[in-house]
């Protein structure tokens, strides 16, 4: 297949989930209202952490919304794997897979459909935030932070797209979802780093999708949108989805098709 039927391809898998969502609109719900409850029920749990010395802020909403608009762009990644084992169980992706089409096309086509509805919960989101006294990041700090939205939701596509196609089931939905929220709350998700305590701190340190969080941070905690604070993230994004991603095409390869 030459360039313009692969984007073909890709164009008409992001339309499919379009339409998916507008028949079924409630399927955004989840990953609407789990990162929308979370981060205003630790909002008023844990807001007074910021009187603690060395906190980067003096508003908790401005410092964990980072983490909850990654933590929705990782649910709707995970929605991306259980929608790809549904069409598994129904055999329309195994239909796909005998196709000329080929398989980076169906995969781009899968993760760039996430990477966009990923949007919808952190519009929300933000909108909610705004609403309370989040602080406005700038315009470069907010679309450093809806890139890194972008690109967690990607990432996680990519996760659910490689366990949809190992168990071939919707059984395996909680993993795809659990898997994500894990990795979101084990970065600097409650304080900074120098704050957290024993393996938190440890997991933390380690986990790349902290260089994220840090990065699509800076703007909503009043620091200027570096250079120095930015590369971080980015590497951390691409070396996640560029593993993830060629996991997900190791198990498109190892179909049989």
Known sequence: MGIAAELATVGALIRRAANELLRVPG???PGVLAPTIFFLGLSAVFGKLTL????????YQSFIIPISLLQGAGFTGAATGVNLARDIEQGWFDRLL??????PALLAGLVVSASLRALIPAVVLLAVGFAIGVEW???GGLALAIFCVMGTGTAAACWGVVLALRYRSQSAAPLMQSGMFVLVLTTTAYAPLDLLQGWLQDIARINPLTQVVEA???????????WA?????????AGLVGVLGALALRGMDRTGY
């Not at 005998?98 to 398989?103: E, G, I, K, L, M």
């Open 27 to 29: 399927a955004a719900i």
């Open 52 to 59: 603690l010395p060395g906190f980067d802020t003096s508003s």
């Open 98 to 103: 005998v196709s000329p089409a080929a398989r």
């Open 137 to 139: 990041p700038g315009v």
């Open 216 to 226: 699509a941070r800076q703007g909503f905690i009043g620091d200027p949108v570096t």
């Open 229 to 237: 604070g930015t590369w971080p993230g980015l590497v951390a994004l």
